[in-house]
């Protein structure tokens, strides 16, 4: 049975009860959880407690990029899932996610849908669902293991555009659907998550920082850094819809609920 990895990072002390939460609530998801990577990525204090089951990382420096490039040494699944700190999925979602990725191998499979203005770069938070969602970010997102080798070897500039001060600052997420897309020619799939207990349930996110006004319209930095990737690896494979659904949305079916 196909199984998946789970990686989370984390930086903020403020957020030790999440990780507590998240590797109590992941550890018992092992008929579909080969192994839960953590990196932490707070060079400056201690990590939190885990569990003998969790694989703890400490990352050398505080690179968002980290949760893509570190520990795959310890990854023996197919299917990788990346996902934020302040969200835990329950067990009969992580299973529509991952069915979804085996029919779509060559896409990220995510729950949170973007659209990127194909003529000006422009980031839009809410999609434009007439013409497509054609990213999703890194609240959730499941991929194939062998997108993980191509970001370790990014060139440097993109490698760079994520460090503080960087075009691309905090946009990991947005980086990596453009590995992607660029190498598959093949847009993002968004799962939509409608019957229980098919469900991700928030968790307390103090210290957050993508809820920033910087972060927003054309001369925010989502839509700076769009446009610096669109420039970069040319913008005629870039953030475009996915061609293999005509909504390019799935809906997760009560039949992949399993033991949750």
Known sequence: KELVTIVLMGYRVSR?????????????????????IFIWNNVAESPPPHPP???????QE???????TLGDEHIRTEAVLTIDDDVLLIHGLLRC???????????????????VDLSTGNYMSVPAFSEGSNVVIGKT?????????????LPTAVKESVFTGGVCEHCDDLVMNAVVSNVT??????????????????????DGVSSKPMWYGPDGRW????????????????????PQQNTHEIQCRAAAAVGA
């Open 223 to 242: 839509s700076q850094c769009i446009r610096w990737l669109m420039q970069f690896y040319g913008d005629d494979v870039l953030f475009r819809p996915n």
């Open 53 to 59: 089951g969790v694989v703890l990382i400490r990352a």
């Open 16 to 36: 030790f009860g999440n990780y507590h939460r998240l590797f109590e609530e992941y550890t018992r998801m092992k008929p579909t959880v080969d192994r839960i």
């Open 62 to 68: 505080n690179n968002m990029m980290n949760r893509y």
């Open 185 to 206: 020619k093949v847009g993002p799939v968004r799962l939509v998550p409608e019957i229980w207990p098919n469900v991700r349930a928030k968790l307390p996110s103090p």
């Open 97 to 115: 996610l991952l069915q979804t990725l085996l029919s779509h191998r060559d896409s990220i499979v995510g729950l949170d849908a973007r659209h």
């Open 141 to 153: 997102m499941l991929m194939d293991k062998r997108f993980r080798a191509i970001a370790a070897a």
